[in-house]
């Protein structure tokens, strides 16, 4: 059972999002950011990727890329959702309350129903 946060704009629009660590999030990193919408975030997750690895590169340690992008997807795995949860705030958005579900759907069938 996963934790889902209902979100509401107006009477009728709602967003059910998922908390908690995102799997998709770690496999693709920035990509999943992209396709989120997560534009300032992707630009600085890439901007601090690139960046230590340019230091890695001038240190002549460059068997140590792949724990930088391994650390990188990390934190996309433990900060997406909160990202995405953000963005709806900031698009007025505000939370209603956090359902224990096992999907989306039924996530939102708990709220409406009471």
């Known amino acids: 059972m996963n934790d889902y ?3 509401k704009k107006d009477e009728d629009n709602y967003e059910v999002l998922e ?7 770690f496999i693709y990193g920035p990509l999943w950011a992209a396709f989120n919408l997560l ?11 690139m960046s ?10 460059g068997k140590f890329y792949f724990l930088v992008v391994l650390f990188s997807n990390f934190c996309w795995g433990f900060l997406g959702r909160d990202l995405l949860i953000q963005k709806f705030l900031s698009n007025k958005f ?21």
Do not use: D, E, Q
Request: charged content about 10%; glycine content about 6%; proline content about 4%.
């Open 19 to 25: 908390t908690g660590f995102s799997y998709l999030a």
């Open 5 to 7: 946060i209902i979100l």
């Open 52 to 61: 230590f690895i340019a230091i890695l590169y001038y240190l002549n340690i």
């Open 94 to 114: 505000h939370p209603v309350k956090i359902i224990g579900a096992s999907s989306r759907v039924k996530a939102l069938i708990k709220f409406l129903a009471k």
């Open 39 to 49: 534009w300032l975030p992707l630009f600085f997750g890439l901007l601090t990727t």
